[in-house]
């Protein structure tokens, strides 16, 4: 990480880390979701972050790199802190509630890391598709956290207290 591109390849490493780990615990996620409407987020999250995957393989392949991953300790700390909320809630609108502040925190995390990287890709003059695959994982980002938002605050907040 020598310079701004070996900081944005590390990144690209480390999200792509991030999206691998993602994509194994939602299934998790869903099974013990109790709303229906919140596993069926959890769910369709499943779907676009295969997507984003694909996305990040795209941009590895624009870049001339292998697709891999780096290990990503803060993803990795954050998802341990949803599977304790899985494991130790007892009762199941309070297992959502928590499971939507675990998978927001996950949500603002790739938010950070895409904000980031769209940034970069410009200063470092990278190639236009590659901005457009990162900006297109960064909306889907922005939209999962307001579907997670609009899901807690609609009624499952209210039905945990």
């Known amino acids: 990480m020598k310079d701004l591109d070996g900081l944005f390849k590390h990144f690209l490493k480390d999200i792509y880390y991030a ?8 299934p998790k996620m869903a099974r ?40 990503c300790a803060a993803i990795e700390g954050i998802l341990e802190e949803g599977k304790e909320i899985m494991d130790e809630a007892e009762d199941g609108d309070t297992r959502d509630a928590g499971m939507i502040a675990a998978a927001q925190a996950v949500e603002h995390y790739e938010i950070t890391r895409y904000g980031t990287m769209v940034s970069w890709c410009k200063t470092l003059g990278l190639p236009k598709e590659v901005g457009q695959l990162l900006q297109a994982n960064l909306d889907q980002e922005y939209a999962a956290d307001e579907k997670l938002t609009k899901l807690a605050e609609g009624t499952l907040n209210r039905q945990a207290a």
């Open 32 to 71: 013990k979701a109790d709303s229906a409407e919140l596993k069926e987020a959890f769910e369709s999250h499943l779907e676009e972050t295969n997507t984003q995957i694909e996305n990040l393989e795209k941009i590895f392949e624009h870049l001339g790199m292998k697709a891999r991953g780096v290990t």
């Open 19 to 26: 999206e691998k780990q993602v994509k194994k615990t939602l």
